[in-house]
């Protein structure tokens, strides 16, 4: 019989670890292992990205939580923009590792453009974790207004 709280914690911490332990029991067993989705998962596009168009430019936003500004590179390249950039574990002296979901590593991400961007006036900034590439386009890729005379 439960008797407090405390108790309670205890019975869902004991389940947890049930649980836990006959997933490890389990996992070869499995045609799809927990191991694989994380594998899995880590190809998966990174970082996320939204593209915007304006009149006058292209906005891309990516998430990089956790890098700071030497961690990442923009270029543009051809007919795209490249995120380069590394993500690194740094884990203090004396500490142990118990769980591990944002994997170090570096990445590329090649973002091809659906026009010609001026690459000379690309700016970019590193905000609360979320990367912003403003790309204007280039003079000839701007809408032109065109004058109707009377004749």
């Given amino acids: 019989m439960l008797t407090g709280w405390k108790d309670f914690d205890d019975t869902l911490r004991t389940l947890d670890r049930l649980q ?10 499995e045609p799809f292992g927990s191991r694989e989705r994380v594998r899995l ?7 996320a990205t ?12 990516a998430e990089v939580p956790g890098l700071a ?7 543009v390249e051809e007919d795209a923009l490249v995120i380069r950039g590394e993500r690194k574990a740094v884990v203090p002296e004396g500490y142990r590792i118990h769980l ?19 690459a000379d006036a690309v700016s970019a900034t590193l905000s609360h974790g979320v990367l912003t590439v403003t ?12 004058a109707v005379k009377v004749g």
Avoid: C, H, M
Wanted: hydrophobic share 40%.
């Fill in 100 to 118: 591990r979901e944002r994997a170090p590593g570096a990445f590329t991400r090649k973002l091809p453009l659906p026009a010609r961007v001026d």
């Fill in 41 to 47: 998962r880590a190809r998966a596009p990174w970082p």
């Fill in 50 to 61: 939204n593209v915007f168009e304006t009149k006058e430019s292209f906005v891309v936003k």
């Fill in 135 to 146: 790309l204007p386009k280039a003079r000839e890729a701007l809408p032109r207004q065109i």
């Fill in 69 to 75: 500004e030497g961690d990442v590179s923009v270029s």
């Fill in 20 to 29: 836990r332990r006959a997933g490890l029991v389990l996992e070869p067993f």
